[in-house]
């Protein structure tokens, strides 16, 4: 099958701790080609104090990338995101279009420290929402107070968060107890869409086609279809414009 998406991916070469060259973005996107993948958002990194290339940079590498795999790759559709970790002034940051936002909804994919409290990413999500955007939760499985109480991800959903979840935590390649927890949030419909939030093409490798072969066996095609195809293409929509 094609027409996958995978919207969390660190494919922009130089401008954070993903892909070093233009070389390793090109074989990342292959692999994601071969998986079926043909809307890739490129996600960099924004984290004050450790992650700030500039605007323009980003932007340069950006183009560079779509001008490259336009060559390369028919039918391939690459567009500008951002992973912002969050802060206390990040709708600011946002609104003043420094960092960019995705789509209509002005989705915003949002991280978070792997010891974030239940106060804190609920009163973030809350102002990004009265700001008029859509947070997008990056990786939710990585956080302990997720996983420790499931009803607060009811909550944060309820609030109108989108869930992400990394396909390789899916696949386990994160310890059994983050497949667990991946595991809960499917049966429990809590997973709204899956990033590879690949960073190369050895080290942290896109692996969307592993994932959705594996949730085809478990879910079967039309749930394949809904989280990979349907639910990022409602919840980005408009974002070539």
């Not at 899916?170 to 899956?194: A, M």
Request: charged share 25%.
């Amino acid at each position: 099958m094609t027409g996958y998406w995978d919207v969390h991916c660190h494919l922009l070469p130089g401008v954070d701790d993903g892909a070093e060259s233009m070389e390793e973005s090109m074989r990342m996107l292959r692999m994601e080609y071969a998986d079926g993948v043909r809307h890739i958002i490129a996600t960099p990194h924004y984290r004050r104090g450790m992650f700030e290339a500039s605007d323009g940079r980003i932007k340069a590498q950006y183009e560079a990338v779509c001008r490259e795999a336009g060559n390369q790759l028919p039918g391939l559709e690459i567009y500008l995101g951002c992973e912002f970790y969050a802060n206390m002034d990040m709708t600011e940051t946002l609104n003043s279009c420094s960092r960019p936002v995705m789509g209509e909804k002005r989705a915003v994919l949002a991280e978070f420290s792997g010891n974030v409290s239940e106060e804190f990413i609920r009163e973030r999500t809350a102002a990004l929402r009265a700001s008029g955007f859509t947070p997008v939760l990056a990786h939710a499985e990585r956080y302990a107070c997720l996983r420790e109480n499931i009803s607060l991800v009811w909550e944060l959903s309820k609030m109108g968060a989108y869930i992400q979840v990394n396909a390789g935590s899916i696949l386990g390649e994160h310890g059994r107890k983050c497949k667990k927890f991946c595991s809960r949030l499917r049966k429990e419909d809590l997973i709204h869409l899956i990033g590879s939030d690949a960073h190369g093409d050895q080290i942290r490798p896109p692996r969307i086609g592993d994932c959705a072969a594996y949730l085809q066996k478990k879910c079967g095609s039309s749930y394949v279809n809904q989280i990979f195809c349907v639910n990022p293409g409602k919840i980005f929509a408009g974002i070539a414009g």
